[in-house]
């Protein structure tokens, strides 16, 4: 059972928003930075959000992070059938003195 | 081109213990500390620990703690992870990645291809 909860999995069509929600407590997303990784079937994951809402250079302006007391949010707008992964967040958390991650957002593109 | 390159997949008998490798290539190896994750088959992420190969120093989770030492040769720019006395629940994909920013612990913008490791009894 994984610290950070997501939903499991999460459908829209090409073209769409989807927003995938992180939920956490006063221990890791509301005092540390959030992070957000794409994952693609067999690859290793992919940073696209780091520092709550900041992109690395590469990363399509798509995708953004959000960040409100104890829940994080990924925002993708413009779906494409590219996008069809499995969608991580993580954090410190300071209770466990470790980073924590979600258990994963499966995001199909119908 | 900055590249992480992990050494092949692992067949192990449980009890035994298993060394992974990460070599690294196209930066300053001792700029960035070096993080370790695993994921079992259908599961989420979990961390496994840091090292700084500038000085040596690491952190673990409690969960690792006693089981999983974290290494680098700094000659070679090659980070280890070797984990003790494997179970069957150990079963996963190992991953090395870069902490490529200061401002934030779990920001890893490098990543290894991804050893796999198969524990049997």
């Known amino acids: 059972q994984s610290v950070l909860t997501q939903p499991p999995s999460m459908s829209a069509a090409p073209g769409q928003k989807v927003t995938i929600s992180c939920s956490g407590s006063s221990s890791n997303i509301a005092d540390n930075f959030v992070s957000w990784y794409q994952q693609l079937p067999g690859t290793a994951p992919k940073l696209l959000i780091y520092?709550?809402?900041k992109r690395p250079s590469g990363v399509p302006d798509r995708f953004s992070g959000s960040k409100s007391g104890t829940s994080a949010t990924l925002a993708i707008t413009g779906l494409q059938p590219g996008d069809e992964a499995t969608y991580h967040c993580?954090?410190?958390?300071?209770?466990?003195?470790?980073?924590?991650f979600g258990g994963g957002t499966k995001l199909t593109v119908l | 081109q900055v590249r992480l390159v992990q050494s092949a997949s692992e067949l192990k008998k449980s009890g035994a213990s298993v060394r992974v490798s990460c070599k690294t290539s196209g930066y300053t190896f001792t700029r960035y500390d070096i993080t370790w994750v695993r994921q079992a088959p259908g599961q989420g992420l979990e961390w496994m620990g840091w090292?700084?190969?500038?000085?040596?120093?690491?952190n673990s989770p409690r969960s690792f703690q006693g089981r999983v030492t974290l290494t680098t040769d700094t000659s070679t720019s090659t980070a280890y992870m070797e984990l003790r006395n494997l179970r069957s629940d150990d079963t996963a994909v190992y991953f090395c990645a870069r902490e490529g920013y200061d401002s934030s612990e779990g920001a890893y913008d490098i990543w290894g291809q991804g050893t796999r490791v198969t524990v049997f009894s």
């Open positions: 090292i700084s190969p500038f000085n040596g120093m690491t």
């Open positions: 520092d709550d809402d």
């Open positions: 993580g954090t410190w958390d300071r209770g466990l003195s470790a980073v924590v």
